[in-house]
């Protein structure tokens, strides 16, 4: 099975921060990674889907990007929105993974 | 509009059973394979079972293989989840999804859109 390691659990960031979670895949997955977006007592929502792409309707200031089995969710200028839990998903192979997760908060 | 609309989660004792459906409209839902992935209380997302468009592939994790059974009825567009032998680990709130797109250039594809969820509790 492919492990997904996302890091950090936890991040405390302030409106307009740059902010970056990351997520290293145990093999190659290729760029076959998705990004969602959760928040409280809400379904998860597509951000970006094969490693770098957006999703139509996502703002801009997330991207995506790829290094080798390392996996970057970038969000350039924080904004009160987006405080949300975060997780990557491989789809490279079954059994399909998702990383651990990762709560922005408000710092 | 695509929507997936879960029902039949409930409260059910150990060793018990609970049959999950999933209503799916605004797409055309024979041309889509089909996921179930769960979410405990405060924790993380977890992918169940799997079911390809015409139900010839279908995939389960291990925690789940041998006690539930997931299918479909692209006639009345629906999903479902038969979940036998359940234990305190199975509570979890259950999600309904479709795949990111109609055909597979890697093992498999993105998840979306998801249903809202329905709530599986295991408690004596």
């Known amino acids: 099975d492919i492990q997904m390691t996302q890091s950090p659990s936890t991040l405390s960031a302030s409106v307009g921060d740059r902010v970056t979670i990351t997520c290293r895949a145990s093999?190659?997955?290729?760029?076959?990674l998705a990004w969602y977006q959760q928040k409280p007592g809400k379904a998860p929502k597509l951000l970006i889907y094969d490693g770098v792409i957006l999703e139509s309707g996502v703002p801009s200031r997330f991207s995506g990007s790829r290094f080798g089995t390392e996996f970057t969710l970038t969000i350039s200028s924080l904004q009160p929105d987006d405080f949300a839990s975060y997780y990557c998903?491989?789809?490279?192979?079954?059994?399909?993974?998702f990383g651990q997760g990762t709560r922005v908060e408000i710092k | 509009e695509v929507q997936l609309v879960e029902s039949g989660g409930g409260l059910v004792t150990p060793g018990g059973s609970l049959r999950l459906s999933c209503a799916a409209s605004g797409f055309s839902f024979n041309l889509f394979d089909m996921h179930w992935v769960r979410q405990a209380p405060g924790k993380g997302l977890e992918w169940v079972s799997s079911i390809s468009r015409t139900s010839t592939y279908i995939y389960y994790a291990d925690s789940v293989r041998g006690r539930f059974t997931i299918s479909r009825d692209n006639a009345e567009n629906s999903l479902s989840l038969q979940m036998n032998s359940l234990r305190a680990e199975d509570t979890a709130l259950y999600y309904c999804?479709?795949?990111?797109?109609?055909?597979?250039?890697?093992?498999?594809?993105?998840?979306?859109?998801w249903g809202q969820g329905t709530l599986v509790t295991v408690s004596s």
């Open positions: 093999q190659s997955i290729s760029s076959w």
């Open positions: 999804v479709r795949d990111g797109r109609t055909v597979s250039v890697a093992g498999g594809n993105w998840f979306d859109p």
């Open positions: 998903h491989q789809y490279n192979s079954e059994p399909w993974t």
